[in-house]
């Protein structure tokens, strides 16, 4: 009886100390890419399909974040320039369908928020180390999913050269910044 106690104590102390694990919200989680056309304005594109998931531990200050970005679903309010991302001449989406991050660090405030998140992200058969500037992070209850869920915006700034994507520069800008918004539900 003491070892299945003894087992029973044990087992639920080590999941106390696991991370809590949220799934992305594919309706409320997209990424922005930001660029400059031809020196005119400022053009922004989304990828409307994104998966992962977020591991956090709030109380130990750690976690592990992993985003996948379906190419397929860039979306720039032109069919025909979303044809041209989805080439060889660009994304090559049917070489290389996704884009991925995998984060290596997330850093937390003294409030247990987290403010940046490095990582690599990887475009192509490219991948580079990143660090996302988090500009909102929070996780509370709620009551539509009856779950705790956490939601965060960022940004980080790319050379789209660096991941073999530089066509048209420097007319159409090298440098792109790419915006998130997401959301998780804890699973």
Known sequence: MRRIMFAFVTSMAAHSDAADRFVIDPSHTYTVFEYSHWGLSLQQGRFDKN?????????????????????????????????????????????????????????????QNVFSMEGELTIKS????????????????MPLYLKSACGANGSTKILRSEFEVGRYTPFVSDEVTLHFAVEAIKD
């Open 51 to 111: 998966s992962g998931w977020i591991e956090l531990d709030l109380d130990k200050k750690t976690g592990k974040v992993q985003i996948e970005i379906e190419v397929a679903s860039v979306n720039t309010g032109s069919a025909l320039f979303d044809t041209a991302l989805r080439s060889a001449s660009f994304f090559d989406v049917d070489r290389f369908p996704k884009i991925r991050f995998v984060s290596t660090n997330l850093n937390f405030d003294e409030n």
């Open 126 to 141: 490219v991948t580079k180390k990143v660090l996302f500037e988090l500009s909102h992070f929070r996780c509370r209850f």
